[in-house]
């Protein structure tokens, strides 16, 4: 895609060549103050990459809820059921003993 930098004042003066550049498959960006301000592109290039950020997100959603159902087997519920109900002595040997394993 061809990215064409103009100042704000030229993107209100030129707005139809703006938008005819905008329309043959380029992007523009508009500058103030020599700071690009915006991207003006096509409707599809649009839709594209808010479709590749939808599709991202349902895609991290699909795997964290695979990640949730398999932390709640029973095994896993019971084990954080002892640990919220451990005496801190318990909860001390177990530590130690995490970090023994660790090495």
Do not use: C, W
């Amino acid at each position: 895609m061809e990215v064409s930098p103009v100042t704000a004042t030229q993107a209100k003066n030129a707005f139809g060549r703006v938008f005819e550049s905008v329309l043959q498959g380029g992007a523009v960006v508009i500058t103030k103050h020599d700071a690009p301000k915006a991207v003006l592109i096509s409707l599809d290039d649009y839709n594209d990459l808010a479709g590749a950020a939808e599709s991202k997100l349902n895609s991290l959603s699909r795997e964290f809820d695979g990640l949730l159902a398999r932390m709640q087997t029973r095994k896993s519920r019971d084990a954080l059921k002892a640990a919220f109900h451990a005496s801190p002595k318990q909860l001390g040997r177990a530590a130690v003993l995490a970090a023994r394993k660790r090495g």
